[in-house]
């Protein structure tokens, strides 16, 4: 590269990372909240109905399947899954960076809460021939 190349684009550099007046850069945030809902939306609406149709198939409600068709609704139903939780996660940064979330901080007991959450979900790990467990050390003297 020249050196007279070189030296307008690093001319350039600084002015393209200037700071954005306080209305301006306000301006983004809200235009940016705006876009991440409206795509967020636009990816949940179908998102809800491909999860939906797969649940009626993976269930048998549209007709039997094979083991093999179970197993690639399994995985649809899995990356269904994860797609909806990216969705939610790119919702729940802009919130917090939109300074639109209250956290309620609080101490609470970690060995309760994981013996509610083994048992809101080993209904789904029996219906997938799994056993779930949580080993908690015990707990120390107060």
């Known amino acids: 590269m020249s050196d007279k190349l070189r030296s307008k684009r690093h001319r350039a550099a600084p002015q393209a990372f200037a700071p954005l007046p306080a209305e301006a850069a306000k301006a983004f945030d809200s235009l940016q909240h705006?876009?991440?809902?409206?795509?967020?939306?636009e990816l949940r609406t179908p998102l809800a109905t491909i999860k939906e149709f797969t649940s009626i198939l993976a269930d048998e409600l549209a007709g039997p399947t094979t083991r093999e068709q179970r197993e690639y609704l399994g995985i649809?139903?899995?990356?269904?899954?994860?797609?909806?939780?990216?969705?939610?996660?790119?919702?729940?940064?802009?919130?917090i960076e939109a300074g639109r979330?209250?956290?309620?901080?609080?101490?609470?007991d970690a060995?309760?809460?994981?013996?509610?959450?083994?048992?809101?979900?080993t209904p789904l790990a029996k219906s997938r021939?799994?056993?779930?467990?949580?080993?908690?050390?015990?707990q120390p003297p107060n």
């Not at 909806?84 to 919702?91: F, Y």
């Not at 979330?101 to 609470?108: A, K, S, T």
């Not at 021939?129 to 015990?138: D, G, I």
Request: proline share 4%.
């Open 101 to 108: 979330v209250l956290l309620n901080r609080r101490v609470v």
């Open 76 to 95: 649809i139903q899995q990356n269904i899954g994860r797609m909806i939780r990216i969705v939610d996660n790119l919702l729940d940064v802009t919130k």
């Open 34 to 41: 705006d876009v991440v809902s409206m795509v967020s939306h």
């Open 111 to 121: 060995g309760a809460l994981i013996g509610q959450v083994v048992e809101s979900l």
């Open 129 to 138: 021939q799994l056993e779930l467990r949580a080993q908690l050390p015990p």
